[in-house]
């Protein structure tokens, strides 16, 4: 059977991850019954300041499958990061990461199981006209992410036409090359990282259509948002550019910039 390893990056989830580790774990649990994969969901706890790890501690005893890390530092690129690690050292063969509000249903992820075969890392498209979306983004909301898609297709070249969706599948012989080169500091350009050194390593990398629901409930600020996802992704193409020694300019920008 394959084994895989599937990383939830959880940061104040108190209110979202038991329903997640309950549906992924039971979903799992019947194909690791039926002799189709071994599986371990692993919770990278970071710099959480509620009742996550006390959840999670409950799911791993009624689940054997369920794992954790806690870590004070934060960050989901720091957490994933981790979680690859730790994957990699346990020699799962594939490795991948989902969202901890199951915004991405574990049907869907199985997909990505199902779907890598003979690719390297496979990733879901919301943008697919076969992809079911049960809820309907806001105008804005499309707007705010078909605009940051056009920008990073525009910078990296990339064919993806959706690399911000909180799910995605590898193969470990890629993160094995890779992982060193992660940022873990990147938050909105971390996927686009991911995709980018993968694409470097010469991966083949599948888009497919998901199924996929807005969990999240939130509101996109108007004046903040935009101007910091251009600015993460201006930064990250800064770093992969001969013009990288000026990134110490832009350190501080796309995280921790002020608005007012």
């Known amino acids: 059977m394959v084994r895989v390893c599937i990383v939830i990056p959880a940061y104040n989830e108190e209110q979202r991850i038991g329903k997640t580790l309950e549906g992924y774990a039971s979903f799992f649990s019947e194909k690791k019954k039926n002799k189709f994969l071994d599986f371990e969901i692993l919770v990278v706890i970071n710099n959480t300041q509620d009742r996550t790890e006390e959840i999670v501690k409950s799911y791993s005893k009624k689940y054997k499958e369920i794992n954790y890390l806690n870590f004070l530092q934060g960050g989901k690129g720091f957490a994933i990061i981790e979680g690859f690690k730790y994957a990699v050292e346990k020699r799962f063969e594939l490795i991948g990461f989902v969202d901890a509000d199951m915004a991405t249903p574990p049907e869907a992820f199985n997909d990505l199981i199902l ?3 003979n690719f390297d890392g496979v990733i879901p498209n919301r943008w697919d006209k076969r992809s079911n979306i049960k809820t309907k983004q806001t105008i804005l909301r499309r707007i705010l992410s078909r605009g940051f898609n056009v ?16 799910a995605k599948l590898f193969k470990r012989e890629l993160l094995i090359n890779i992982i060193p080169k992660l940022g873990s500091s990147l938050k ?3 996927d686009v990282d991911l995709l980018f050194y993968s694409r470097r390593a010469g991966a083949r990398i599948k888009s497919i259509p998901t199924t996929w629901e807005d969990k999240t409930n939130s509101t996109v600020n108007l004046r903040r948002t935009p101007i910091t996802m251009f600015l993460s992704v201006i930064r990250l193409r800064i770093i992969h550019s001969p013009f990288r020694f000026v990134v110490r300019l832009y350190r501080k920008l796309p995280e921790n910039i002020k608005f007012h």
């Open 115 to 117: 779907h890598i075969k």
């Open 151 to 166: 920008i990073v297709r525009s910078l990296f070249l990339f064919s993806h036409r959706d690399t911000q969706c909180g």
């Open 188 to 190: 909105w350009s971390f």
